[in-house]
């Protein structure tokens, strides 16, 4: 039965097709090897245990800038701190869009 496909594959002039094919499905195979073995290394842990700690970190940040703020007088850091409270306004907008 073989040997009727390969007859077929050539007579309708389906070889380099046939190769190319072929070769998709072994990169096809490459990426999907790749990508198991990077899920498999991706850190455990859930988006709401990491939350926990990134808003730990973010109010850490707030304090440090304000308080860098404070020290100097606001002129070095008042066009970061817009930058930031614009980001924020544009995060939020983005959040409550429907």
Known sequence: MEGNIKDAVKTLNLVE???EL????L???DVYLKRNIETGQKPEGTFTEKKGAVIDI???LVISIKSLYVV??????S??????NS???RN???????
């Open 22 to 25: 072929k070769a998709a499905n």
């Open 58 to 60: 973010y109010e850490s």
């Open 87 to 89: 980001l924020i306004a």
């Open 72 to 77: 100097n007088g606001g002129t070095v850091l």
């Open 92 to 98: 939020n907008k983005l959040l409550t869009k429907d």
């Open 79 to 84: 066009n970061l701190i817009q930058e930031i």
């Open 17 to 19: 097709w046939v190769q």
């Open 27 to 29: 990169e096809f195979n």
